[in-house]
């Protein structure tokens, strides 16, 4: 089994930053990916970045380009992604994910067996 824990998250007014994290505990393969996904209210979740901890490339959906940057650390079972310029419409409860994942369906959530609880992020306008 693995447990995922999210910290960070918060309320930022528009323009702001924040930094969430995602720790893994348990047996883990460093050729997983690590997603973060993300779910407004009355929303599907969707697929915000992702990272593969194998090789360090980085996926990111087209919303969030040039605003997110999504890392790891040495020991790839800590994953982090910086949120800079933030937009209200970047308001959402943000989850990690871990799995195994097929090129190309980085932002499908049947890609990721493991979740986090959910860290709730919130952007005033």
């Known amino acids: 089994q693995v447990q995922l824990v999210e910290s960070g998250g918060g309320s930022v007014q528009a323009g702001g930053s924040l930094r969430l994290s995602c720790a893994a505990y348990?047996?883990?393969?460093?050729?997983?990916?690590m997603g973060w996904f993300r779910q407004a209210p009355g929303k599907e979740r969707e697929g915000v970045a992702a990272?593969?901890?194998?090789?360090?490339?980085?996926y990111y959906a087209d919303s969030v380009k040039g605003r997110f940057t999504v890392s790891q650390d040495n020991t790839k079972e800590t994953v982090s992604l910086q949120m800079n310029s933030l937009k209200p419409e970047d308001t959402a409860m943000y989850y990690c994910?871990?799995?195994?994942?097929?090129?190309?369906?980085?932002?499908?959530?049947?890609?990721?067996?493991?979740w986090g609880q959910g860290t709730q992020v919130t952007v005033s306008s």
């Open positions: 990272i593969y901890l194998g090789g360090g490339s980085t």
């Open positions: 994910a871990r799995g195994n994942v097929w090129s190309g369906t980085w932002d499908q959530r049947n890609q990721y067996r493991y």
């Open positions: 348990g047996y883990t393969y460093s050729t997983e990916y």
